[in-house]
């Protein structure tokens, strides 16, 4: 199918504390549909489709979509170009994804995600899908690149960190493509990058998600110490539950089976 990708037509002016960066190119825009990889029938949601520069090609491609936007003068100019669209007026961190997931049909396949996601809120989006990863089968979203790099940054390297663990243990990242700043409209500063997020047939570990972030959280908080010391007020509760190879360690040298095996010390015995 050829994807009409005609920009929308709008005089709308990105507001700087919405973190609007509008994306325009449309190579960029045909990469992120194709990356996708979904089926015309399939439940599809946009966050934050701004002035519908994504939105277009989505809808001419799928049946089933709902666009999610937090500007309401946005959502007046997605009404007047694409009256049949379904876009509701949210904060996509107040999002319900399962009861979008029930409302879309989306079944146990899962909805599929898309959006140029704004940089100041990014990883709490991602955090946002990560928990409702029950309800989503694959997310392709734009974020800063550095953003990007971390998600599938492996032990043992400086992008390495919460992001990393937490992503690749309840998913499964990867580094699309990089996008210049001459994409959108304004510019911004530095590179972007597209992610896929696959959620579908993953393993997950038997460990409280609560604790591990807890643990994570708190080493990476002081990833300069070894593990001994950065966890010590954690390790009070179980004495001499970090095991003998992990106390000298820095918590960018395990990988992130080996901090499940960690929590699991920590808490269980």
Known sequence: MLLDLRPVTSDLRPKKSLGQHFLHDRHAIARIVAALDAEPDDPVVEIGPGTGALTKPLADRFARLVALEVDERAIEVLQAELPGLDVRHTDVLDADW??????????????????????????????????????????????????????????????????????????????????????????????????????SDIEEPDVDEDRLRNVVRTAFGQRRKMLRSSLKALAKQVPGAIPEAMQTLRPEALTPTEFVKLTQALFDG
């Open 98 to 199: 399962a009861a979008l997931a029930a409302e879309l049909r989306a079944g146990e396949h899962g909805l599929t995600v898309v959006g140029n996601l704004p940089y100041y809120i990014t990883s709490p989006i991602l955090f946002a899908l990560l928990g409702a990863r029950r309800h989503l089968r694959r997310a392709v979203v734009m974020m800063q690149k550095e953003v990007a790099e971390r998600l599938v940054a492996e032990p043992g390297t400086k992008a390495y960190g919460i992001l990393s663990v937490q992503l690749q243990l309840w998913a499964r990242p990867s580094y699309l493509f990089t996008v210049k700043p001459g994409a959108f409209s304004p510019p911004p500063k530095v590179d972007s990058a597209v992610v896929a997020l696959d959620f």
